[in-house]
């Protein structure tokens, strides 16, 4: 253990040495930074100060109080700590030995309301707290991570040169990190970025699928469709390593992928962005579905006695490959931006739910870099936020209008051909039902409204009377004239 000096106090201290806490430590400290180090199991700090941390400006602390005591004012101590309980737990291990001023920062992939609970209970105490969002793996936290800081605006200006120092940099050297809002709209934001990187990983997933069983084309040729694109408009990191697992050969020679067991895990992170979806009335439909596709993957038993018994057509390819690899190509840079659409129509809900005052426009760009979605699609939303901060739908940008419905004969003929031939593509079909749904000026949601108010009396408005004024029809002749309350999402 490196004995703690007092006189040359840390800069950060960060309690939790599993993966991404160990890389933080490394990143910070190539910036520049002391950091003081603590875990729960001291081995693990003694291991890190005498293996990675050893001859760096690290300090390893084997208590709460030694951690406390070896940081400048105002103390800033980083949780990367498992979410939920642990967090709880490490805030009332630090609060008796903090001062005013001290600010508590949790990195872990915590839940938003729990973030705003914990903001509260800490500003109350007389301490700032920060919930962040931290994004791209163990890689992105040694290289530089996204970084989407949220909590009390007054911790802002004592954290923001460590984290947009260790944040990755896109082309110009702007950190991809910046202040996002009050209390949990950094956890929010990260919620919505894993969201939307559930729903990046299904369609490129479903890509995949119909090159593989509709197509036919074998690994090979597969790797050299997604390297071709990877140089393209859908250069990013998920497609990236998607054309390197597909070139990854086992040891006797075969494809690495083919040998994975088809049941997908996930964390939580995707059911969170659609249950918040749904408490603020904005349609995540893809998301949604990328969600549930996990869930269907699980069922991995239940789908193979399925598929010995349920009949479907057998996928047969006629027609030109090339052509269609590029109908695929504009499908899933279609449904993308729907995706993506939809993501930020989410945080808009919930910006003006939660009285956040949120930066479009800078959350692109902290995901062009360090993080899993990263990719230069954003650099576009950017833009389009940037020209117009008060956008409602991307698909209403300029740049994206052009973009999908230049995509839509070749979205609607991979759509079609993948339906007919029995391939599962719940995100591709559900991106392209949201565009035209988007898109449509009226509707059947007027005879859903009669039929709720013939059988529930829930009333309906009319297309002939202002908005707000509701209207109960006695369409049987034997009902009332009561009318049940009005409740909208």
Known sequence: MQKVDLTAKADIGLVGLAVMGENLVLNMESHGFTVAVYNRTVE????????????????????????????????????????????????????????????IIDGGNSHFPDTIRRTKYVEEKGFLYIGTGVSGGEEGALKGPSIMPGGSPAAWPFVKPIFQSIAAKVEDGSPCCDWVGQDGAGHFVKMVHNGIEYGDMQLICEAYQIMKDYVGLNYDEMYNVFKEWNEGELDSYLIEITRDILAYKDEDGSPLVEKILDTAGQKGTGKWTVLASLDVGAPLTL??????????????????????????????????????????????????????????????????????????????????????????????????????????????????????????????RVV???????????????????????????????????QRDYFGAHTYERVDKPRGQFFHTNWTGRGGSTASTTYNV
């Open 44 to 103: 693990k700090v003694n291991s890190f100060v005498n293996g990675r941390g050893k001859g760096k400006k690290v300090i390893g602390t084997s208590s709460i109080e030694e951690l406390v005591a070896s940081l400048k004012t105002p103390r800033k101590i980083m949780l990367m700590v498992k979410a939920g309980k642990p967090v709880d737990d490490f805030i009332e291990l630090l609060i008796p030995h903090l001062e005013k001023g001290d600010i």
């Open 287 to 412: 998301i949604g579905e990328a969600v549930y596709g996990r869930t269907l993957s699980a069922l991995k038993d239940e789908r193979v006695e399925a598929s010995k018994v349920l009949n479907g057509p057998k996928p047969k390819f006629a027609g030109d490959k090339k052509q269609f690899i590029e109908d695929l190509r504009q499908a899933l840079y279609a449904s993308k931006i729907v995706s993506y659409a939809q993501g930020y129509v989410l945080m808009r809900y919930a910006a003006k739910e939660y009285e956040w005052n949120l930066n479009n426009g800078g959350i692109a760009l902290m995901w062009r870099g360090g993080c899993i979605i990263r990719s230069i699609f954003l650099a576009k939303i950017k833009e389009a936020f940037d020209k117009m901060p008060d956008l409602s739908n991307l698909l209403l940008d300029p740049f994206f209008k052009e973009k999908i419905e230049s995509s839509q004969e070749s979205w609607r």
């Open 416 to 450: 079609a051909a993948a339906v007919t031939n029995g391939i599962w593509i719940p995100a591709l079909s559900t991106a392209l039902n949201y565009f035209d749904g988007f898109r449509n000026g009226r509707l059947p949601a007027n005879l859903l409204q009669a």
